[in-house]
């Protein structure tokens, strides 16, 4: 017998798993993606920026930052050592945190978006950033959101005059050198789905006398009271805030959160604008970012939009907010996949490699199925978004065509898709990190907060607050089933969707795709389907979700036969033909499976080839020779 060596904790097997690699450069679903979606003399200009940046978003530097803010948590002082309130309660944040910020906002992952250099694409371009940021920044992708939302709200109205405060607020929101951070407050304790029911009151006020005709930023004419029960970003400059005038109805309110005063001494000083921090909340996840309740007294504030619409003003910012929300998701949800993928490229077991067992191969081939078509829906929505802020290109894709002839369209379909995206990629993503720490064994439910490079349970718990805030899973089903069913908002949008299907070259696909919204249609007919809108609203979460399974169907067809790329094609064919890529209790089965029931060519005959496809889905390879057999083949029964 052989002698065997005993291991110590220092001796024996220790698993060793490959560096990440650079995400602009290997993550190939996101460079086809911003081949399609960028005219190449903006994508030969940003490729060497976001290597750059994604060099940087692994670097032991930025891993040192992430480890410091998950350490060093923030907290709260308020009073002195004699138990006197300071001027303001004195929030103390981590190193990591403050330098996670400024290299993102520095590297323009707010900026670009305003800025004028990309032109109609710029959106496109913020989120390509946005992407290798997000898994990176430690939830500072959280500011970051509420701020890029803010911009775009504070840009529709700048049409006042130069000296109003509205042009300083925003030069410094889309600043890079000396950027402000923004933050909303809007839940409070009587709900944040609903926030129709505030108990935060704003008094007209006007100081007696102010900076110019208009004031400064901390000169508004409203005084705001009441109690918000969630504010993320605490360590923000300005917040926009709901509050009710005497009319009983919201409006939406500016105010920075410190003013300038003069002391009793003559002295000018910073103190706070009547915003004192109740609590930071104790949280499941983004711990690293500060989330507390505030009591609001007499804060200062500027009203922004029109008197008592203030929750279709805040529209305006939650939508672009939501596109950073899914954003974010796909970014934690490929480094997670990234880190799996190279747990099974070092992992054996039973003397086999990991990465060719055919079931766990099978298992990360689903999940690049999944993320592929939510990149497709993500940057499709994106794009919509950039266009309709900034005009549709002249050199767009086909299945653009026809929103690009109407704002109106454009329009309607973005709303559509930006509740449904948000909604769907953000659930979805939250359940797929299970499976990527289901696959890297024991490991994977390990959650050391100073060595995140690996750490899976970290991108799980930080992103599945995306599913809640910003409005959960099923409050925004419902704003898409109540968009689309509204007057003739689903014709209008069928009229969209059946013409991109057109432009399916794939026969299979294109009937299978067709026939699916003829079906889905059905079930938002509120004039055919019994008991109208609240049948159809109980639905809700399954129309959202197949609506979501046939728009990306449809980008994925389009997008394979942009140049017959192999690997598109294949996944194309499982999303379309199979019905893979979004969870099946989500999804209306027999709409997402139609292609069984219209086809007499089985898709199985397929399946002696399944497992090469698996192979160059997940690893862009052919199966190796001698690749795993998953049993043990010597084994005796
Ligand atoms: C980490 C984190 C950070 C946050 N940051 C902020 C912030 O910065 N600013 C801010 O204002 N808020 C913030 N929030 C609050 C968040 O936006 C709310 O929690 C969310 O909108 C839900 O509101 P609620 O908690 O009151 O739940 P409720 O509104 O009470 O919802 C409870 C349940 O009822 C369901 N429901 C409610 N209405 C409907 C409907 N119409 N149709 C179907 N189902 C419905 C919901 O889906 C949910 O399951 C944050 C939350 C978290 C977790």
Known sequence: MPSLT?????????????????????????????????????LSTVKPRLSQFAAEAISDQVNAWIGNAETQQPYVKSRNVWGARYDRDRLVTSEGWKKLGKWGLSNGIVAIGYEDTFGQHRRIVQHAFNYIYSAASAAYSCPVSMTSGACRLVRHHLEVPQDHPFHYLYSR????????????????????????????????????????????????????????????????????????????????????????????????????????????????????????????????AHIIGPKDRGIATVALLLN???????????????????????????????????????????????????????MHLAFFTTSLLSYADHGFPSDLPSHYKPLAESTELATLVLRALTSTSKAVICKSATLAFQECQEAMGGVGYIDEPEEPEFNVSRLWRDTSSNAVWEGTSNVLASET???????????????????????????????????????????????????????????????????????????????AQRDGNVVAN????????????????????????????????????????????????????????????????QAKI
């Open 481 to 559: 089933v109540r968009h689309l069913t509204r007057g003739g908002n689903l014709k209008a949008f069928g009229r969209w969707i059946q013409h991109s299907i057109v432009q399916v070259r794939n026969p299979a696909s294109q009937e299978t795709l067709r026939k699916a919204w003829e079906a889905l249609s059905a079930k938002l007919d509120t004039t055919t389907v019994a008991v109208g809108l609240p049948s159809v609203l109980a639905n809700g979460r399954q129309i959202m979700f197949t609506l979501a399974w046939l728009v990306s169907g449809i980008l994925l067809a389009l997008d």
């Open 6 to 42: 005993p291991s110590t904790a220092d001796e024996g097997y220790f698993l060793t798993l490959p560096p990440l690699g650079n995400p602009a450069e290997t993550d190939a679903v996101y460079q086809r993606m911003l081949e399609w979606h960028l005219p190449p003399h903006i």
């Open 320 to 374: 672009v907010t939501r596109t950073h929300n899914f954003i974010t998701a796909l970014s934690c949800l490929r480094r997670a996949m990234e880190i799996a993928k190279g747990f099974a490229r070092a992992r054996t077991t039973i003397d086999q490699p990991l990465w060719t067992f055919p079931m766990h191969l099978r298992t990360l081939a689903q999940m690049e199925v999944k993320h592929r078509g939510w």
């Open 173 to 300: 929101l889309t600043s890079r050198d000396e950027p402000w951070i923004s933050a909303q407050w809007m839940t409070e304790r009587v709900g944040g789905s609903d926030v129709r029911n505030s108990e935060t009151v704003a008094v007209y006020s006007p100081l007696p006398s102010k900076t110019g005709q208009f004031g400064r930023i901390d000169e508004g004419d409203y005084l705001l009271s009441g109690f918000k029960f969630f504010s993320s970003a605490t360590d923000c400059n300005v917040a926009f805030i709901l509050a009710k005038t005497e009319s009983g109805e919201l409006s939406l309110f500016v105010a920075p959160t410190l003013k300038r005063i003069v002391d009793d001494n003559g002295k000018e000083k910073e103190v706070t604008n009547g915003i004192h921090i109740h609590r930071l909340k104790n949280k499941f996840g983004t711990k690293e970012l500060p989330t507390a309740e505030l009591e609001l007294r007499d804060v200062r």
């Open 570 to 633: 294949e996944v194309a064919g499982r999303w379309v033909l199979e019905g893979e890529g979004i969870p099946q209790e989500f999804c209306f089965a027999d709409i997402i499976h139609l292609y069984w029931k219209i086809s007499s060519n089985p898709v199985q005959a397929r399946e002696i080839e399944r497992r090469n496809w698996d192979c160059r889905i997940v690893w862009g390879v052919d199966l190796p020779r001698g690749a795993s057999a998953g049993y043990r083949v």
